[in-house]
């Protein structure tokens, strides 16, 4: 999208209305210092972003120094903003009191316009001057956020972290349920019941047809459903109770036995979260700081873009900027530190947490078993609840924050140990008892062996699934991870290739012939995780960081500007213009030059928005090109009546003139007069090739309506007698325009109103000798560069009809 126009009101050092139509074009504006030219930057910026950064401070207030001082209260300041063959997007962001407070809003408000201007904030639309150096100035890993948060690398690396964290979470699952625990218990009740720990379908069936052969049910057992309808068979003719308190007790002992097999791993995990607790509160100092990172890394811009003073920003006492920044940085990397004590200490919490939480949770279901109502279970319920409260022990102590001053518990006081399971003794003397009394009842023993056996090979078949399942998960999540990684990295290494590539071509073209070569941005870090960007240049043939080591002020620069114009590139897909706001203050000349040349020919499809107060630049060499490419060229002004303005256009001068004319007052009227002869006369002698002595600079644009005059008479003479026929219209000018001087330098002249409407009307008779009349006439300036080289004659650039004899 290209600008069609824009238009700011009562912003900075605008007043009242400061359009400037582009229609798609570029422009560049010449401005003192002082005349207000950023207000333009001001205004686009806070268009868009709603800041603007160099008014950011806690002492500034940005609507009360955005608006213009000198307004009045109910006026409303806006930046409106015209979008060449885009007009459903055109909208202006308004600036206004409401109940006695500044508020703003935009005058269209479209779901378009919105999202427009969402997409526009991650574009790079302006530069300044004092963010040149902005991107080689922060660290490291600001280096990389920076680009990455362009680029939504950002937000694939949080969907790198999100596969770690999956993939991690998964192996943590696998390790917490212990399904090779879990499944060696279900097989060693299977060697109990059966005499063999089976894992397939048939062998379970062949051998329970072999246990209930002498039972003569006429059963064939082929499926589970078959083991179901055996049991049911087989029910009425069993003991119950006998039954029930074997499953129970069975149970239980499975349970427990399960448990005390991961005693080693419960407390190791343990210990290892422990003693990262201890290394946190021993260092709680270094952990807190960690929470002012961001505010240390926000200071640190403060003093690199805004604080100039060498004080500290925050308590204002004196300091050393550079010393304060280097103490910052040291900071910095002490809290990088800390953050990977701290991510230590998270990762064996979570771990504890985790498994104390699935082992009560295993418990609880256990001691929900109706038989510990028993009185003769009254025991052994106290034994598990025992085991239970610590590992809920264990999940408090999870749970404590280390710096809040609480203390957890050592493993040996709470940790799990062999004397916590000496009750299993007493229950496998009970269960060998019980086996006993069913013995004597043929029936209830097969049953009971199949019952459990049936369980046993069920529970078995669950927890291989779901051991398959989550290692198949993991399988994947690990797969996907590596590959993640590798494109990732791909992703980014072929982005900053081209990225530098870029920069590179930009920052030779205008430092060629340089000892400075393959500027490149390159990674710091591993494979799996980068953690910072930095600049890299071949100097003298040896690879060489950062930049500042040996480049200038005026290469840092240029190296800023290649990077922003390298971003523009990259970046901006939406927009197609850029602002550029005195960017070259400290270029020397050859740097000036290359620039400009850079911008005409690298950027010509773009839409240029060029600010400058370097006056020999913009005289010399831009403006004479930007008129050549095509460019808009206008200059700034700020006076206390109008605030910040363009120089008016001779339609403007024209039309007010007309005015004071028609209403006979005199003030003002010749310098008026004057000021629109000498434009006009100078657009004549252009047009007409005219020769005048040479005069630097700013000096040529001020040369006097007679030294024109006389300049153009003598051309016409050597050149057309068609044009000598009108020399008295010329004369009368000529004669006219000493009254017009003096009336400009504060001469003791009383101007009659009749001499000023004389004056005006010869200037008037002038210029229809050398612009065509006709209506319709496109071009309508009489110039040499419309020669007849047949008919030896000049004419107008439109219609042709005005034309006269011209001499070669």
């Known amino acids: 999208m290209k600008l069609k126009q824009i238009e700011i009101k009562g912003l900075r050092g605008i007043k009242e209305s400061f359009p400037l139509d582009l229609n798609g074009k570029s422009i560049v504006i010449y401005g003192d210092n002082g005349t207000g030219k950023s207000s333009i930057s001001d205004a686009i910026e806070w268009f868009y972003t709603n800041k603007v950064a160099h008014l950011a401070s806690n002492e500034i207030d940005l609507k009360e120094a955005l608006r213009n001082a000198s307004v009045e209260e109910g006026f409303v300041s806006e930046a409106a903003m015209k979008f060449l063959k885009k007009s459903d997007f055109d909208t202006g962001k308004t600036l206004f009191y409401k109940r006695g407070k500044l508020d703003q809003d935009y005058t269209v408000k479209t779901d378009d316009i919105r999202d427009y201007i969402v997409k526009s904030k991650e574009e790079n639309l302006l530069l300044r001057y004092k963010s040149l150096n902005d991107f080689v100035d922060i660290t490291k890993g600001d280096k990389l956020k920076y680009l990455s948060d362009i680029i939504g690398f950002s937000e694939v690396t949080k969907k790198k972290e999100v596969l770690r964290k999956a993939y991690s979470s998964i192996k943590i699952e696998i390790k917490n349920q212990n399904f090779e625990?879990?499944?060696?218990?279900?097989?060693?009740?299977?060697?109990?019941?059966?005499?063999?720990?089976?894992?397939?379908?048939?062998?379970?069936?062949?051998?329970?047809?072999?246990?209930?052969?002498?039972?003569?049910?006429?059963?064939?057992?082929?499926?589970?459903?078959?083991?179901?309808?055996?049991?049911?068979?087989?029910?009425?003719?069993?003991?119950?109770?006998?039954?029930?308190?074997?499953?129970?007790?069975?149970?239980?002992?499975?349970?427990?036995?399960?448990?005390?097999?991961?005693?080693?791993?419960?407390?190791?995990?343990?210990?290892?979260?422990?003693?990262?607790?201890?290394?946190?509160?021993?260092?709680?100092?270094?952990?807190?700081?960690?929470?002012?990172?961001?505010?240390?890394?926000?200071?640190?811009?403060?003093?690199?873009?805004?604080?100039?003073?060498?004080?500290?920003?925050?308590?204002?006492?004196?300091?050393?900027?550079?010393?304060?920044?280097?103490?910052?940085?040291?900071?910095?990397?002490?809290?990088?530190?800390?953050?990977?004590?701290?991510?230590?200490?998270?990762?064996?919490?979570?771990?504890?947490?985790?498994?104390?939480?699935?082992?009560?949770?295993?418990?609880?279901?256990?001691?929900?078993?109706?038989?510990?109502?028993?009185?003769?279970?009254?025991?052994?319920?106290?034994?598990?609840?025992?085991?239970?409260?610590?590992?809920?022990?264990?999940?408090?102590?999870?749970?404590?924050?280390?710096?809040?001053?609480?203390?957890?518990?050592?493993?040996?006081?709470?940790?799990?140990?062999?004397?916590?399971?000496?009750?299993?003794?007493?229950?496998?003397?009970r269960i060998k008892k019980l086996k006993e009394t069913i013995k004597k009842d043929n029936v209830t023993e097969i049953y009971s062996n199949i019952d459990a056996s049936k369980d046993a090979f069920l529970k078995i078949k669950t927890f291989e699934k779901e051991r398959k399942i989550l290692e198949k998960q993991s399988s994947a999540l690990f797969i996907m991870y590596n590959e993640f990684i590798k494109v990732q990295k791909e992703g980014l290494e072929n982005f900053i290739h081209s990225f530098s590539t870029k920069i590179n071509q930009y920052y030779q073209y205008m430092n060629p012939y340089e000892p400075?070569?393959?500027?490149?941005?390159?990674?710091?870090?591993?494979?799996?995780?980068?953690?910072?960007?930095?600049?890299?240049?071949?100097?003298?043939?040896?690879?060489?960081?950062?930049?500042?080591?040996?480049?200038?002020?005026?290469?840092?620069?240029?190296?800023?500007?290649?990077?922003?114009?390298?971003?523009?590139?990259?970046?901006?897909?939406?927009?197609?213009?850029?602002?550029?706001?005195?960017?070259?203050?400290?270029?020397?000349?050859?740097?000036?030059?290359?620039?400009?040349?850079?911008?005409?020919?690298?950027?010509?499809?773009?839409?240029?928005?060029?600010?400058?107060?370097?006056?020999?630049?913009?005289?010399?060499?831009?403006?004479?090109?930007?008129?050549?490419?095509?460019?808009?060229?206008?200059?700034?002004?700020?006076?206390?009546?109008?605030?910040?303005?363009?120089?008016?256009?001779?339609?403007?001068?024209?039309?007010?003139?007309?005015?004071?004319?028609?209403?006979?007052?005199?003030?003002?009227?010749?310098?008026?007069?004057?000021?629109?002869?000498?434009?006009?006369l100078k657009e004549i002698c252009t047009n007409l090739d005219v020769k005048v002595s040479f005069r630097p600079n700013e000096v040529n644009e001020k040369r006097m309506p007679d030294e024109l005059i006389s300049e153009l008479k003598s051309r016409i003479k050597s050149k057309s007698n068609d044009l000598l026929d009108h020399f008295p219209t010329i004369e009368r000018v000529g004669s006219s325009s000493t009254l017009g001087n003096l009336l400009s330098h504060d001469n003791p002249i009383n101007p009659k109103i009749g001499d000023l409407k004389a004056f005006w009307a010869d200037i008037q008779e002038m210029e229809k000798i050398f612009y065509c009349q006709e209506e319709g006439c496109t071009n309508p300036k009489v110039s040499w560069k419309n020669l007849d080289t047949v008919g030896k004659k000049i004419r107008c650039g439109g219609c042709g009809k005005t034309k006269y004899d011209w001499k070669k």
């Open 181 to 429: 625990g879990q499944i060696t218990g279900q097989k060693g009740i299977l060697i109990d019941k059966i005499g063999a720990a089976i894992s397939q379908d048939k062998d379970l069936f062949e051998i329970i047809n072999t246990k209930i052969a002498s039972l003569n049910t006429k059963m064939k057992i082929e499926s589970i459903e078959d083991i179901d309808a055996l049991l049911k068979h087989l029910k009425s003719r069993t003991n119950d109770k006998l039954l029930k308190e074997n499953s129970f007790l069975e149970k239980v002992q499975t349970s427990l036995l399960g448990l005390q097999g991961e005693i080693i791993a419960i407390n190791t995990s343990y210990d290892e979260y422990y003693d990262e607790f201890q290394k946190i509160v021993a260092d709680v100092e270094s952990i807190m700081k960690i929470y002012i990172g961001e505010l240390l890394k926000s200071g640190d811009k403060v003093i690199q873009k805004f604080h100039k003073e060498e004080s500290c920003p925050l308590c204002l006492q004196p300091k050393n900027k550079n010393k304060l920044r280097t103490e910052i940085a040291e900071r910095l990397k002490e809290i990088e530190e800390a953050s990977k004590k701290l991510g230590a200490f998270l990762k064996a919490q979570n771990l504890v947490e985790s498994i104390s939480v699935e082992r009560i949770k295993r418990m609880d279901l256990l001691l929900s078993e109706p038989l510990f109502k028993a009185p003769e279970n009254e025991q052994l319920k106290k034994d598990l609840e025992s085991i239970n409260r610590k590992l809920k022990i264990m999940e408090t102590a999870s749970l404590v924050k280390a710096a809040s001053g609480d203390k957890i518990q050592h493993s040996k006081n709470i940790g799990l140990n062999s004397s916590d399971y000496l009750f299993l003794d007493d229950l496998a003397t």
């Open 516 to 680: 400075f070569q393959e500027i490149k941005i390159v990674t710091i870090g591993e494979e799996d995780e980068l953690n910072g960007i930095t600049i890299e240049y071949k100097y003298n043939g040896s690879w060489v960081s950062p930049p500042q080591k040996y480049f200038s002020e005026s290469h840092l620069n240029c190296f800023g500007i290649s990077f922003f114009l390298a971003s523009v590139d990259a970046f901006n897909d939406i927009n197609e213009f850029i602002v550029l706001d005195d960017v070259i203050s400290s270029f020397d000349s050859n740097h000036r030059k290359r620039f400009a040349e850079l911008l005409f020919e690298r950027f010509s499809e773009r839409q240029i928005i060029l600010l400058t107060h370097e006056e020999e630049w913009f005289r010399n060499f831009v403006k004479p090109l930007a008129k050549k490419k095509g460019w808009l060229v206008n200059e700034i002004k700020w006076t206390e009546d109008k605030g910040t303005h363009f120089e008016e256009s001779q339609e403007g001068i024209k039309s007010k003139i007309e005015k004071k004319l028609t209403e006979s007052e005199v003030e003002g009227l010749g310098n008026l007069i004057r000021q629109y002869l000498e434009s006009t």
